[in-house]
Each structure stands twice: as C-alpha cells, then as structure tokens.
C-alpha cells in the first residue's frame, strides 16, 4: 500500500509538471484486449529495481519507461510481453522492442502471484480527454479485484457507476487506520487536508487492494 502511494504521489507530481497523457499498458481480458490504467509491474520494479527495462527511449508520454501487456488465463494473472521504444538511425523514428526475455527470462516467472490490486479497464467512447497521466475519462469501465493473482471478481460500470463506486470506495477507506496514517504522512509533507482528500478519492482505486463495497 505504502509503496503504491509513493508511486502516485511521484506520478502526480511528475503529471503536473509535464502534463502529458501516458501511454497505458495493457491487459487480454475475456478474450479481449484492452488499455490498464494499473500498473502492476511498478510493485515488482520498486523491489527488484535491477529488472527494471533500460535502453528505451524515456518521455514524458511514458514516465515508466515500458509498456506491459497482461492477461488474465484461467483466472491467474500473467504477464504476456514488455516493450520498450528504441530509436532506429535507419527509419529515423523510434519502433517498439520486446524485453520480456530481459526482464523474465524463466516463463515460470511471468506467473504474477505476488500482485494484490484493483486493475481498472476502460472502455467505449471516450467522454473527457485531459492531456495529464491517466485523466482522461471513458464510456465504460472494469474493476477486476486480483489478490496474489488470482482473479476474485469484477464489476463492469458505466461511467456514472464507476464515479460512484470510486466515492462508496474513499468513504469506506477513510473508515481505516490505514488512511489515518497516510494523512498524517502527507500532513508531514505539508498537505492540507483538501488537497489530501482530494489526492486520494481520486486515486482510491489504485492504492487500495480489495473492493470495500459490494
């Protein structure tokens, strides 16, 4: 949980900063491919820093530096291929190269048993585009709850639905000792309590593991 708020908070601030709209990874999902705004891999890469891609061409567009595609067999999560953008002297352009090999050169590896998380899954009609992170907002949405990979459940909303579910899910974690504590850390980094509020309903489904409603 720790972990994750760091990477947000790193995130919004890098967002605010370049303002620009990241490239998302992606997830197969019932047969079906889709964008995720989840990065799971940044768990992973937080504890093994020395597996982390390198040799891409790094931007604003795409902070992490990879492009992960997921998918979700038999209802274990995997991780299918990790791409990263290099330049070609010859096209004079960048292209998209495959390091799944780098990163996990054993299959057995590519098993994520070790991710607990909301993958959140957009989907139809784009309805807001913010040019910023993962701002923008879409027609439909699914929450998929994974816990030590495993696939637990999902929720498919439209847009309203999964607004409304966001705020049930910050009501419910504001109930928890654990917001109590990242509220007096991020009142230790100078936070106002808005502001704090703010952060975390709008981020709720990233950092908290499991869905608090039903």
Same mark, same amino acid.
């Given at each position: 949980?720790? &972990?994750?708020?760091?990477?947000?908070?790193?995130?919004? %601030?890098?967002?605010?900063?370049?303002?620009?709209?990241? /490239?998302?990874?992606?997830?197969? !999902?019932?047969?079906? $491919?889709?964008?995720?705004?989840?990065?799971?891999? $940044?768990?992973? !890469?937080?504890?093994?820093?020395?597996?982390?891609?390198?040799?891409?061409?790094?931007?604003?567009?795409?902070?992490?530096?990879?492009?992960?595609?997921?998918?979700?067999? @038999?209802?274990?999560?995997?991780?299918?291929?990790?791409?990263?953008?290099?330049?070609?002297?010859?096209?004079?352009?960048?292209?998209?190269?495959?390091?799944?090999?780098?990163?996990?050169?054993?299959?057995?590896?590519?098993?994520?048993?070790? !991710?607990?998380?909301?993958?959140?899954?957009?989907?139809? @009609?784009?309805?807001?585009?913010?040019?910023?992170?993962?701002? %923008?907002? /879409? @027609?439909? /949405?699914?929450?998929?709850? &994974?816990?030590?990979?495993?696939?637990?459940?999902?929720?498919?909303?439209?847009?309203?639905?999964? $607004?409304?579910?966001?705020?049930?899910? !910050?009501?419910?974690?504001?109930?928890?000792? @654990?917001?109590?504590?990242?509220?007096?850390?991020?009142?230790?980094?100078?936070?106002?309590?808005?502001?704090?509020?703010?952060?975390?309903?709008?981020?709720?489904?990233?950092?908290? $593991?499991?869905?608090? &409603?039903?």
């Amino acid at each position: 949980m720790k &972990i994750i708020l760091v990477i947000l908070l790193s995130v919004f %601030s890098f967002a605010k900063v370049f303002a620009t709209a990241q /490239y998302p990874d992606r997830i197969v !999902f019932n047969n079906k $491919e889709y964008s995720l705004l989840t990065n799971p891999l $940044e768990k992973y !890469f937080e504890k093994n820093e020395d597996k982390r891609p390198k040799g891409g061409v790094m931007s604003t567009a795409l902070w992490r530096g990879y492009v992960a595609t997921f998918e979700i067999i @038999e209802n274990q999560l995997y991780v299918k291929d990790i791409k990263i953008q290099i330049w070609n002297e010859k096209s004079d352009d960048t292209e998209w190269k495959s390091v799944i090999n780098e990163v996990f050169p054993k299959t057995e590896d590519r098993k994520i048993d070790w !991710f607990n998380g909301l993958l959140t899954l957009p989907y139809g @009609e784009l309805i807001n585009y913010v040019h910023m992170g993962y701002g %923008s907002t /879409y @027609e439909n /949405y699914i929450i998929i709850e &994974i816990e030590k990979g495993k696939y637990i459940k999902s929720k498919d909303l439209n847009f309203k639905e999964y $607004e409304n579910l966001k705020e049930k899910q !910050f009501e419910a974690y504001i109930k928890s000792n @654990e917001y109590l504590e990242r509220k007096k850390e991020l009142k230790k980094d100078g936070w106002k309590q808005k502001d704090i509020d703010g952060f975390l309903r709008s981020f709720v489904t990233e950092y908290t $593991e499991k869905l608090l &409603i039903e």
